[in-house]
């Protein structure tokens, strides 16, 4: 058992989930994303590139913008690097995660080449449509007060320290299916736990896939020791073709209760040699729990199901009454009453919409804006969360990303006018707060 753990180099190693679209141009350079990260390659041929050094460069970043300069040869083309490089960001980056270095390698010529590689690390799990917004990037002290000039060089990779939650605490049960052409295994989470861990880090950083065309090894990566799934295929896959990612499943109990949890969804494409129907999906295979998978033939256990069961009369009078104290204004008790609804009701969007309104209103933005959140995952299509996460951003001075989603959820509502009044409205906040900061530096007075 533990040899199918212990996969060889050769594995293909999975650490984000994908994004879309994957990759694309920016001037001269070449991108690529994940949810979690993009990253620009930027190529520095010969003559006017020729043995460039890493101090040539500087580059300069805030959490909306980055702008990249080589300060001594004056032979090189600006145009060339503000094409490529400079630009205002479609979301906020965590400026303290990005890093850039410089590759040097050789041409079929044998002269020196180099490649600039410039990784930014996303402030939200996203696809983005590029790595810059479309026209001229904005002046710098329009678009942040707050620069950081990077110095060159690859962190080591670590893994996420996420305190107090273990990989067996995390795993819930395991469903199995397959086609002639796939294999979908969905590893069901305790969604305490992983809420608890999306605490430490983002969703982008907790989980690993290792896979071989006949093995694989899945775990969360602040316990890799211990893997949520690990053993031998029935078969032979594409490791290249694995698509994985975050979704929800709901399960029906004997009983006939039901429970919706999150679940880690691994898709497999099959080898064309191994194209049928495998009987035996893992063979040898381990969990850190028991395994539980769909019954034969039966879509009852492990499908995806967006109905909600019914809230209780308990519950409903929970919310009645947060309700009604809320348009009292006593947003402390409207809190109370909402925390023990959605006790009753943890996955109902609505409830935590509510709460994270009265959140704001008593000043409490972070709780607003984790409710706010957890809101759009049970419901991504419902613009209302981006409404609430809009509000509590806003209050916690981060202008940029309430922007952003302000902005995202007019793309969603256009026909309702008070996203424009928003948007407005933290416009005029972030200028008021941009123009402080400027004052207080000495910016701002032309001489």
């Known amino acids: 058992m533990e040899a199918a753990w212990q996969l060889d180099a050769t594995a293909h190693r999975l650490r984000d989930f994908w994004a879309s679209p994957g990759s694309g141009g920016q001037g001269q350079a070449r991108w690529q994303q994940t949810m979690g990260s993009m990253v620009l ?70 002269s020196g080449e180099s490649i600039l590689v410039l990784h930014l690390a996303k402030a939200r799990d996203r696809s983005w449509p590029g790595p810059f917004l479309g026209g001229k990037p904005a002046p710098a002290a329009d678009l942040s007060a707050d620069w950081a000039t990077l110095t060159p060089g690859k962190p080591l990779e670590d893994a996420p320290t996420v305190a107090g939650v273990t990989a067996s605490q995390l795993f819930k049960g395991l469903t199995l299916s397959e086609t002639e052409e796939l294999v979908t295994l969905r590893l069901m989470l305790d969604e305490d736990k992983l809420n608890e861990a999306k605490q ?81 999906v893992l063979e040898n295979s381990a969990t850190v729990s028991s395994i539980s998978p769909a019954p034969p033939g039966g879509a009852a256990l492990g499908e995806l199901d967006d109905e909600k069961p019914e809230a209780d009369v308990q519950n409903a009078s929970w919310k009645a ?29 609505k409830l935590l919409s ?44 981060r202008y940029d990303m309430a922007l952003s989603a302000f902005s995202e959820g007019q793309a969603r509502d256009a026909s309702n006018p008070n996203w424009a009044k928003e948007i407005e409205e933290t416009e005029r906040l972030k200028a008021q707060r941009l123009a402080a900061k400027g004052a207080s530096r000495g910016y701002g007075k032309k001489k």
Request: with cysteine; glycine share 6%.
């Open 41 to 110: 390659r930027l190529l520095l041929s010969s003559p006017v590139w020729g043995d460039s050094k890493a101090d040539e460069f500087q580059v300069r970043l805030c959490e909306r913008g980055v702008r990249v300069t080589n300060r001594r040869r004056a032979e090189a083309s600006e145009a060339f690097l503000e094409d490529s490089l400079n630009g205002d960001f479609p979301e906020e980056v965590l400026v303290r995660s990005c890093w850039w270095t410089l590759e040097h390698c050789k041409s079929t010529a044998g």
């Open 321 to 349: 009454r947060g309700d009604q104290c809320f348009r009292k204004q006593d947003f402390s008790a409207a809190i109370d009453f909402y925390t023990k609804a959605i006790a009753e009701a943890p996955t109902d969007e």
């Open 354 to 397: 509510n709460r994270s309104a009265a959140f704001a209103a008593e000043g409490r933005f972070q709780d607003a804006l984790d409710d706010a959140t957890r809101c759009e995952e049970l419901a991504p299509a419902w613009p209302k969360a981006l409404f609430r996460q809009g509000l509590a951003l806003r209050g916690l001075k």
């Open 200 to 280: 430490h880090a983002p969703m982008s950083r907790l989980w690993g896939l290792d896979l071989t065309e006949d093995a694989l090894r899945v775990f969360f990566r602040p316990d890799e020791d211990n893997p949520l799934l690990a053993g031998r295929l029935g078969g032979k896959v594409v490791p290249s073709q694995t698509d994985w990612t975050m979704t929800k499943v709901t399960l029906n109990s004997e009983s006939g209760a039901r429970q919706t949890l999150p679940a880690l969804q691994v898709q497999l494409r099959k080898a064309p040699c191994s194209r049928s129907e495998w009987g035996n």
